[in-house]
């Protein structure tokens, strides 16, 4: 079974559109994350969820709008994206923060926005 | 201020020889942590290894060691024996105090590694 699953892999979807990522995290851990990744600019921390709760919104948009039911899932709701929203978006999930404690990467969704 | 830096944007190495990737990083902070994380072209980031800001030896991972240089503010990594699997961009990242959730990222390094 797979640690972080991602779902889809590849979305298009034009600028009227709305439409959601879904991310499920099978490791037990109880902090999510989402990160964007542009082309030719570091991985960009968007939003944190510790134990279903957001502690981290890292000046995103709000035509990001995040969810996260339970500890195991984590959402991202999309809606009027703009073409530079195109990107790799990849959720990522982490025990409890000690000092060695490594984040946990699923294979990401491509958005491509028309 | 840039947080993390990787100078290389692009390697190539010979298969079976060693290749360093370089990464400097910048903080005030006395404890934090370094990653290596591995993102081959099917996109999920693979965690590497680990380094602490008090660990005293360099951290060491199968065919990965990082080779920590604190007062320089260096984390380079080490891959020996290069294998054709190796090839993928190579991302250094921070996390700064002892439990932050946040990860700073650097702009990465592809690697390619030639048969």
């Known amino acids: 079974e797979t640690g972080v699953t991602q779902t889809p892999r590849h979305l298009v979807m034009g600028m009227t559109n709305k439409k959601s990522l879904k991310c499920e995290q099978h490791l037990g851990h109880n902090a999510m994350y989402w990160y964007k990744q542009s082309a030719k600019k570091p991985l960009e921390l968007m939003f944190v969820?510790?134990?279903?709760?957001?502690?981290e919104n890292n000046s995103v948009p709000s035509r990001f709008s995040p969810e996260c039911p339970n500890s195991s899932h984590l959402f991202l709701h999309l809606h009027t994206l703009q073409p530079e929203d195109s990107a790799l978006y990849l959720c990522?999930?982490?025990?409890?923060?000690?000092?060695?404690?490594?984040?946990?990467f699923g294979p990401g969704t491509r958005l491509t926005v028309l | 201020a840039q947080k993390i830096t990787q100078t290389q944007p692009g390697m190539f190495v010979q298969e079976k020889e060693a290749v360093t990737l370089d990464c400097t990083y910048d903080t005030s902070d006395q404890s934090y942590g370094l990653f290596w994380y591995k993102q081959p072209s099917s996109g999920e980031m693979i965690f590497l290894i680990y380094q602490g800001s008090y660990d005293e030896q360099n951290a060491t991972e199968g065919r990965y060691s990082l080779n920590f240089q604190k007062a320089r503010k260096s984390a380079n990594l080490v891959i020996s024996a290069s294998q054709l699997g190796d090839s993928a961009m190579y991302f250094c990242a921070m996390r700064e105090g002892r439990s932050s959730y946040k990860l700073i990222f650097g702009s990465g390094t592809r690697l390619l590694v030639r048969p």
């Open positions: 990522a999930s982490s025990p409890p923060q000690r000092e060695k404690d490594t984040q946990y």
């Open positions: 969820y510790n134990f279903k709760e957001q502690t």
